[in-house]
Nanobody, 120 residues
Framework: QVQLVESGGGLVQPGGSLRLSCAAS????????MGWYRQAPGKQRELVAT???????NYADSVKGRFTISRDNAKNTVDLQMNSLEPEDTAVYYC??????????????WGQGTQVTVSS
């Protein structure tokens, strides 16, 4: 049974910070690229950040310099530290686990999402 469980969302004022966490189970965690995506009302789900097992990161231009993704392969967790939050960051944030193999194909798992609202 694969499970990705997010936590840490909530309401924060502009300029504030939040730390999102995702706990994974049921997968060989170190074999997966982990990521955070977000979806605002009326918008397509978009990439926020990804991190490989070895720690290589990728960020959307809109969050680069403000957000930091990290993972702990021993704990099967991936976090997203969000600083200098803006109203435009308001969205449901989803944890993602992705694996692609030439033989076995693609596996893509998603968490249930956690709401982040940036408002005064």
């Amino acid at each position: 049974q694969v499970q990705l469980v997010e936590s840490g969302g909530g309401l924060v004022q502009p300029g504030g910070s939040l730390r999102l966490s995702c706990a994974a189970s049921g997968i060989s965690f170190a074999a997966y690229i982990m990521g955070w995506y977000r979806q605002a009302p009326g918008k397509q789900r978009e990439l926020v950040a990804t991190i490989s097992s070895g720690g290589s990161t990728n960020y959307a231009d809109s969050v680069k310099g403000r957000f930091t993704i990290s993972r702990d392969n021993a704990k099967n967790t991936v976090d997203l530290q969000m600083n200098s939050l803006e109203p435009e960051d308001t969205a449901v944030y989803y944890c993602n686990a992705n694996f692609r193999g030439v033989i076995v194909g693609r596996f893509d798992y998603w968490g249930q999402g956690t709401q982040v609202t940036v408002s005064s």
